[in-house]
């Protein structure tokens, strides 16, 4: 199980808002368990970056699409 800070809600509304503080304190807050991952598909850790980039872009366009829709879980 994750750990996740209990000021995660507070993080997915700033971020649904476009806030740039929020996202980069998303990003930190997650970047290791990202790069965990990422590193399973890569082993090659610059690529492996590129994807946990790629990953929280996609994340942070899509947050209030997932969030309106009822897929928010945490």
Same mark, same amino acid.
């Given at each position: 199980?994750? !750990? ?5 809600? =507070?993080?997915?509304? +700033? @971020? ?5 503080? #929020?996202? =980069? ?8 368990? #990202?790069?965990?991952? !990422?590193?399973?598909? %890569?082993?090659? =850790?610059?690529? #492996? !970056?590129?994807?946990? %980039?790629?990953?929280?872009? &996609?994340?942070? &366009? %899509? /947050? %209030? /699409?997932?969030? @309106? @829709? +009822?897929?928010?879980?945490?």
């Amino acid at each position: 199980m994750i !750990a996740v800070a209990p000021h995660i809600d =507070e993080l997915v509304d +700033g @971020c649904r808002r476009n806030n740039r503080a #929020a996202q =980069e304190q998303l990003y930190r807050q997650f970047y290791r368990l #990202a790069m965990t991952v !990422a590193l399973r598909y %890569s082993r090659d =850790e610059m690529d #492996a !970056a590129d994807i946990v %980039s790629l990953a929280f872009v &996609k994340v942070f &366009k %899509s /947050i %209030s /699409i997932a969030i @309106c @829709c +009822g897929f928010y879980f945490v």
